[in-house]
């Protein structure tokens, strides 16, 4: 199993880890912000992904060693886009 594959699976579980916590507690420091992670480590909260996706750039040349989300979302909900103004 190639190292990426490991990397990819640990910023997975440590998003997963985090959501779950924003949602299930609405003081967390990560609810509402963007997190990023790299190599299985959060490397950076800000208010926007902007922010997030420039330091992870610099923090990490490898992409696929990367993650962002956006904390306290419900990404298992479905949402319906009816129409795009």
Known sequence: MSSHVTVQE?????????NKET????????????VGLANGQVAVVADD???VVRELQRLESDPQKT????ASL????????????
């Open 67 to 70: 993650f962002c989300l956006e």
């Open 10 to 18: 640990r910023n997975r579980e440590l998003a997963s880890r985090i």
């Open 49 to 51: 992904l902007d922010t």
């Open 74 to 85: 419900d990404y298992d909900r479905v949402q319906y886009i009816w129409g795009i103004h």
């Open 23 to 34: 949602l299930a507690d609405p003081a967390s420091p990560y609810t509402g912000k963007f």
